[in-house]
């Protein structure tokens, strides 16, 4: 069944809405600590990688100083339930990591 009458008036739009939108935070700036974590990780990894460490352990590797990392932005903002979860995937990820050397 459809609603389309032909020769029928267009809808009007609805009436916007009197209930201002709350101010918007203004955007945080990236600090330089930020940008040297971000751009330094590719950097070092590929120096490892072209010093001869195998590709599995660099990954390795930056991902633990990655953690690291966010875990102690985290424990340092009160983030005391994204450490908790941050934590658990460790032990998660180191439980299923096997070491053959």
């Known amino acids: 069944m459809s609603t389309h009458r032909p020769g029928a008036p267009a809808p009007r739009p609805l009436a916007p ?3 201002p ?14 940008i040297c974590g971000i751009s330094l990780f590719p950097l070092l990894g590929t120096g490892l990688t072209l010093a001869g460490t195998p590709v599995s352990d660099v990954l ?17 903002g009160g983030g005391r339930r994204l450490l908790t979860s941050l934590a658990s995937a460790a032990a998660h990820a180191a ?4 070491t053959s050397r």
């Open 95 to 98: 439980a299923g990591t096997e």
């Open 60 to 76: 390795t590797l930056l991902a633990g100083c990655g953690t690291i990392g966010a875990a102690t932005i985290a424990a340092a």
């Open 17 to 19: 809405r009197s209930v």
């Open 21 to 34: 939108e709350p101010p918007r935070a203004p955007a945080r700036t990236l600090t330089a600590a930020q």
